[in-house]
């Protein structure tokens, strides 16, 4: 017979051999090894599956990682050796040389500037100055330390301040941000700091929130003789003890010049708030007291005085959209108070005008002024970032809504970064105002963007009118914003006017952005006369008598007749 050999090669055995005793520790860091409880030391021939590693301070803040070796015998006697390397993820800042957080020599260990995933201890002075944006995943401020926050400061879980409030400060302008969500995960707490310019009278509210838990604001700066709620029912203003209510906004007088105010010489005023720092998710409660009342403005209800609630920044956009955008219960348009054009002292309620707003509509993503004297340059146009501190009007559109704050909201972003805010073609859109003979300029905005409507709808914002004003008109309703679909040159733009007195009035190109700073013109077609005056060239001039005037003036894109800069014609067609 013949006969046969078969080989076979790369065979493993597998199986599951016990160990004869548990692990014994080492690491070349000396010290840091501790029993199960974190208390007793580790020695070198103690045995234990389950152990502590506890560096000390000095040792936090010069080892990048700790090797860990661990050594354990089988049954067999055969050895096994691993070894661990543990990313030390704290970030200490313990140098008197400088005070930059932005400079990566001034952090321990390793001379890196910290990142989202570490955590941060402060033992000395630390500045994040404007224009830096430093991140920690928590961060600790020892006694001896402090924090000054000028540009922002984003924590992922918590702030523990162990010196005093005034150890660590979120400057005027500067951003306190976290990340998540939880109420009470704060300790200690903290001072933030808002700059405001005041008026020569004295005479002037604002509406404030505080960015801090717990702070009143009848305490924030010297001399504040009253802070006023606001009445949901007749739009009037009531004394309030200025207790704090997290979510609800207030009116806060400016201060009084007497021996414990602020002297008269004075123009600006430093807002000081104390507590820990407002985090997370809440709602606050809003009512409207006449949900179907549209018109007239008098009988409108709904507003209610809230405001950005945290020491960060927030992004009215993303506000209006977790509380249900489109199909939720909050109105897309947003009013701010501008005291700087204010001239009404006394109070009117429901029949107050509305000059002194100026307005944010979160679906248009444009903002207009304030009525006010066209050369103040204090009057400010709204965009979709509400600063520390600051407080505004938002509607109810049902009986009751929960306003939803969380920290997804929240941003160190203050200059206009949203896509319809640039000049692509989904940001085409300009300002035109009507100015009467004392200067005073009313001003509307027509947006062209991705997703606009032409119909009234939630793009649009209702015109707040005033003595003077000006309107578009869609569907008989008479708008400060106009939204509107993608730009096309055959579109028309009715407008509407309202003149407190005689004189000669006149209305201007305010503003222009996209495809209208880009060459494409915006004419002033008056019907009464038939000129065309090409508004992005000059202003059309005009005699008005008293009254609010329909039907006479529209944009368009296109000339059709003669043209006229700075003419000026007879108002003849008067509505009363």
């Known amino acids: ?50 152990i502590c590693v506890k560096p000390t301070t000095t ?29 030390n993820d704290l970030q200490v800042y313990d140098t008197t040389t400088s005070t930059d957080w932005n400079t990566a020599v001034n952090w321990k260990p390793g001379g890196t500037i910290p990142t989202a995933d570490k955590c941060v201890i402060v033992k000395k002075p630390v500045i994040i100055s404007s224009g830096t944006n430093g991140l920690a995943k928590n961060i600790i401020i020892e006694p001896a330390g402090t924090l000054s926050i000028a540009g922002s400061l984003t924590v992922t879980d918590w702030v523990n301040n162990q010196a005093l409030p005034a150890a660590v400060v979120v400057e005027s302008g500067g951003n306190l941000l976290q990340v998540n969500d939880g109420v009470n995960i704060n300790t200690g707490s903290i001072t933030a700091k808002k700059i405001m310019n005041i008026s020569a009278p004295r005479k002037q509210y604002n509406y404030m929130i505080s960015p801090l838990e717990g702070q009143s604001l009848k305490t924030i700066y010297p001399g504040i003789d009253y802070v006023l709620y606001h009445n949901e029912t007749n739009n009037y203003f009531y004394n309030s003890s200025g207790a704090y209510i997290r979510g609800r906004g207030l009116a806060v007088k400016e201060p009084n010049t007497s021996g414990t105010g602020v002297p008269a010489g004075n123009t600006t005023v430093t807002a000081t708030y104390t507590g820990q720092p407002t985090n997370g998710s809440f709602t606050f409660g809003m009512i409207n007291s006449a949900p179907s009342a549209t018109a007239p403005a008098n009988t409108v209800r709904g507003y209610n005085l809230t405001g950005n609630p945290y020491p960060s920044n927030i992004d009215l956009v993303k506000l209006y959209s977790i509380n249900g955008g489109a199909g939720g219960t909050l109105s897309s348009t947003f009013y701010f108070w501008d005291s700087t054009v204010n001239d009404i002292y006394v109070q009117q309620g429901s029949n107050y005008g509305g000059q002194s707003y100026g307005i944010y509509n979160t679906e248009s993503g444009i903002g207009t002024f304030a ?83 032409d119909g009234y709808a939630r793009d649009d914002s209702f015109s707040l009118m005033g003595s003077d004003a000006i309107y578009s008109v869609v569907e008989n309703e008479k708008l400060a914003i106009n939204g509107k679909s993608p730009f096309a040159a055959t579109d028309v733009v009715e407008l509407g006017t309202a003149h407190f007195a005689a004189g000669n009035y006149r209305i201007m190109l305010r503003e222009k952005e996209g495809i209208f700073a880009n060459g494409q013109n915006i004419y002033l077609k008056d019907q009464q006369t038939g000129i065309i005056t090409n508004l992005s060239a000059g202003n059309y001039s005009f005699e008005a008598t008293a009254g609010e005037t329909t039907g006479r003036f529209e944009i368009i894109y296109q000339p059709e007749a003669v043209l006229a800069t700075d003419a000026a014609t007879k108002e003849n067609l008067v509505v009363y």
């Open 1 to 50: 017979f013949k006969e046969s050999i078969a080989a076979i090669d790369n065979v493993k055995i597998y199986g599951i051999k016990d160990e004869s005793s548990l692990f014994t520790w080492s690491s070349p860091t000396g010290g840091i090894l501790y029993k199960q409880d974190c208390t007793t030391p580790l020695l070198g021939t103690d045995k234990a599956g389950t």
């Open 59 to 87: 040792q936090f803040e010069n080892n990048v990682q700790f090797n860990i070796t661990a050594t354990a015998n089988f049954s067999n006697g055969c050895p096994a050796t691993g070894t661990l390397a543990l990313a």
């Open 371 to 453: 009525t006010g004297d066209i050369g103040t340059a204090s009057i400010l146009k709204p965009t979709q970032y509400v600063k520390v501190g600051k407080s505004f009007m938002a509607r109810s559109l049902s009986a009751t809504t929960n306003l939803l704050f969380n920290n997804s909201i929240r941003t160190y972003t203050s200059a206009p970064l949203n896509s319809k805010e640039t000049s692509s073609a989904s940001g085409n859109r300009y300002w035109l105002s009507l100015v009467s003979p004392a200067d005073i300029a009313s001003t509307i905005a027509v947006a062209y963007f991705d997703g606009g409507n």
